[in-house]
């Protein structure tokens, strides 16, 4: 069974920084991509970065593109979501998610991905 969790949430001031990690149990199963998502209340979830594993490609959707940045450390099947010049529409539950093709790395859709993590929230202050 594909276990992610999440952890590095919290509460942070406009401006600030929060490092989400996702660690990544189970046996049998090799991530081809793992992404994060975010969903605010009443929204849709929306896709916020990816990577390929070994890193040779990420993709960020606009809206965080130079503030945050992903990055993984294969050793320890451990993703990173490192999130500088907070805003306040950033608040959100942030999903760790894996897919086992390429396909939602390049999509950032959340249908391309199969495995999921529970959550965690993000609340960014002015």
């Known amino acids: 069974q594909v276990q992610l969790v999440e952890s590095g949430g919290g509460s942070v001031q406009a401006g600030g920084s929060l490092r989400l990690s996702c660690a990544a149990s189970?046996?049998?199963?090799?991530?081809?991509?793992m992404g994060w998502f975010r969903q605010a209340p009443g929204n849709e979830r929306e896709g916020v970065a990816a990577?390929?594993?070994?890193?040779?490609?990420?993709n960020y959707a606009d809206s965080v593109k130079g503030r945050f940045t992903i990055s993984q450390d294969i050793r320890n099947y451990t993703v990173y979501l490192q999130m500088n010049g907070l805003k306040p529409e950033d608040s959100a539950m942030y999903y760790c998610?894996?897919?086992?093709?390429?396909?939602?790395?390049?999509?950032?859709?959340?249908?391309?991905?199969?495995?999921w993590g529970q959550g965690i929230k993000v609340t960014v202050s002015s």
């Open positions: 998610a894996g897919s086992v093709s390429n396909v939602g790395c390049r999509s950032l859709t959340r249908t391309d991905f199969r495995y």
């Open positions: 189970g046996g049998g199963y090799t991530a081809y991509c």
């Open positions: 990577i390929v594993t070994g890193g040779y490609y990420t």
